[in-house]
C-alpha cells in the first residue's frame, strides 16, 4: 500500500490512511483505537488487496453512528446520499412504502396508495425478514430500503411474517416508478347527511395546494362535518402537516413542540389559519401506519380540539432529523436533533397515539373488503 495511506503521528496531527483526523482524535486518546486497528490490519492481514481504506472509513462511521442505537440516525456513503436526495424529492423506483425499525426489528410502516407494494398486499406493522434472501437483522433503514429499491420491471423478494401467520411468507414484487397521490375527497351521504371524507396520503410538497382546493369544495358543498383519513400515512413535511392543521385550528393554537432534550429552548410551532373549519365536528383515523407528520396533525386536533381519534395505535416516530451534507466525498450523516411533542406536551416517539376508540382491521375485513374503522367514524361523526 502506498505510504500516503499508513497511519501515523507526524507533527501532532493524526492520519487514518490518507484522512487527518483531528481535532476530535486530539481530545480524545480512546479514539486512537481506530488508528490502532487500521494499522495492525495494514501490517499484519494476509491479502493487502482487501484493504480499502475508503471502505474501512465508511465502515469506521457508519459503526460508530449505530452504536447509538437510533435507527434514524445514519451515516451515509456518497450513493446512499445520492439515494437519499432523490426519496426526499419523491422521484424515484421501487416498490412504494415507507419502512422503520420498531422493537429492532425492520417492518412496514405503511404501502403507499396505489403501488407496487400496496398491491402486493403488503400492510402497516408486517415485519421484514429478509430483502432477495438477505437477513434484515443488521440492516439500517438505509440500507434496506437500498436493496429493496431499483429500476422499474426488476423484481424483489421479500420474506414477510405478518402477527395473524403461523409462519412468514415471501412475496414477489415487480418494481416501478413511484407516483403516490396527495390526497382525495369524497362527500359521503349517511341517512340523507352530507359529511365530507378526507384521505391524505402523505405530506408532500404539494398537499397543501391540494388541500386548499378540497377545502373550496367542501364550503360550496352542504358537507357540515369532517373525517380526516390518516392511516398509511408515513408523514412527510411539517410545514404541510402544520399548514393543514391551520384550517381546523385557531390562530395561534400550538400544533407541535419542537424538543431539543434540554441543549437550546423549545421550538413552538403554531396554526397560522385559515381556521375556516374550526366549528366543524371531525373525527380523525389512525393506524399503525400512521407515522411522523400525520400523527403530528392527529396530536394537534385532539389536544387543542378534543378531537376522537378511532382506529388503531400510530407508528411513533416522533422524532426529528438534520442532514448534515458536504462530508467527504460527498458523504452524509442523518442525525436525530430533536423529538416532537404534543401541544400537550406528550412524547410520541416510539409510544404513538392510542386512539379514543379502538377498532380493530381483521383478515377478514381485509380479504371481504370491510372497513369496520371508517363504518365507527361515520357512526361517531354522525352523533356531533
Known amino acids: 500500500m502506498a505510504g500516503s495511506f499508513t497511519l501515523g503521528l507526524y507533527l501532532g496531527k493524526i492520519y487514518f490512511g490518507k484522512y487527518k483526523l483531528e481535532?476530535?482524535?486530539?481530545s480524545n486518546t480512546d479514539m486512537v483505537l481506530l488508528c490502532d486497528v487500521y494499522h495492525r490490519l495494514e501490517e499484519k492481514f494476509v491479502d493487502k488487496t482487501k484493504i480499502d481504506s475508503q471502505k474501512m472509513i465508511y465502515?469506521?462511521?457508519a459503526g460508530?453512528?449505530?452504536s447509538i442505537g437510533d435507527p434514524y440516525t445514519v451515516f451515509f456513503t456518497p450513493k446512499e446520499t445520492k439515494h437519499f436526495e432523490e426519496d426526499v424529492k419523491g422521484s424515484f423506483e421501487g416498490v412504494g412504502m415507507e419502512i422503520g425499525i420498531k422493537k429492532n426489528q425492520l417492518q412496514v410502516?405503511?404501502?403507499l396508495e396505489g403501488t407496487p407494494a400496496q398491491k402486493a398486499g403488503l400492510r402497516a406493522g408486517d415485519k421484514i425478514l429478509e430483502i432477495n434472501g438477505t437477513s434484515t437483522s443488521d440492516l439500517t433503514i438505509d440500507q434496506a430500503a437500498d436493496l429493496i429499491r431499483g429500476p422499474k420491471g426488476t423484481e424483489v423478494e421479500l420474506t414477510i411474517f405478518r402477527k395473524d401467520w403461523e409462519k412468514p411468507k415471501k412475496i414477489r414484487i415487480v418494481r416501478d416508478v413511484i407516483k403516490i397521490p396527495s390526497l382525495k375527497l369524497e362527500i359521503k351521504d349517511v341517512k340523507g347527511e352530507k359529511i365530507a371524507y378526507i384521505k391524505i396520503y402523505q405530506f408532500s410538497e404539494r398537499t397543501g395546494e391540494d388541500f386548499s382546493k378540497v377545502a373550496d369544495k367542501i364550503l360550496k358543498s352542504s358537507a357540515k362535518k369532517i373525517i380526516l383519513d390518516?392511516?398509511?400515512n408515513p408523514g412527510g413535511y411539517l410545514v404541510v402537516?402544520?399548514?393543514i392543521a391551520g384550517w381546523f385550528l385557531k390562530k395561534g393554537e400550538i400544533v407541535v413542540i419542537e424538543d431539543f432534550g434540554g441543549k437550546k429552548k423549545q421550538k413552538i410551532y403554531r396554526s397560522n389559519g385559515p381556521s375556516v373549519f374550526v366549528n366543524y365536528p371531525v373525527v380523525v383515523l389512525i393506524n399503525n401506519g400512521s407515522a411522523?407528520?400525520?400523527e403530528?396533525?392527529?396530536?394537534?386536533l385532539r389536544d387543542n380540539r378534543n378531537v376522537k381519534l378511532i382506529g388503531e395505535i400510530s407508528f411513533g416516530k416522533g422524532s426529528v432529523q438534520e442532514l448534515i451534507e458536504g462530508l467527504k466525498n460527498n458523504s452524509s450523516l442523518k442525525v436525530t436533533v430533536a423529538r416532537w411533542l404534543t401541544p400537550k406536551g406528550n412524547c410520541i416517539n416510539e409510544k404513538g397515539l392510542k386512539p379514543d376508540i379502538e377498532v380493530k382491521m381483521t383478515e377478514k375485513d381485509y380479504e371481504e373488503g370491510k372497513d369496520p374503522q371508517l363504518e365507527k367514524a361515520l357512526e361517531i361523526i354522525k352523533k356531533l
Do not use: D, T, W, Y
Request: proline share 7%.
Open 64 to 66: 460508530m453512528v449505530k
Open 230 to 232: 390518516l392511516r398509511n
Open 296 to 300: 403530528i396533525l392527529a396530536g394537534a
Open 23 to 26: 481535532p476530535c482524535f486530539s
Open 59 to 61: 465502515g469506521a462511521a
Open 109 to 111: 410502516i405503511a404501502p
Open 292 to 294: 411522523s407528520a400525520s
Open 241 to 243: 402537516s402544520q399548514q
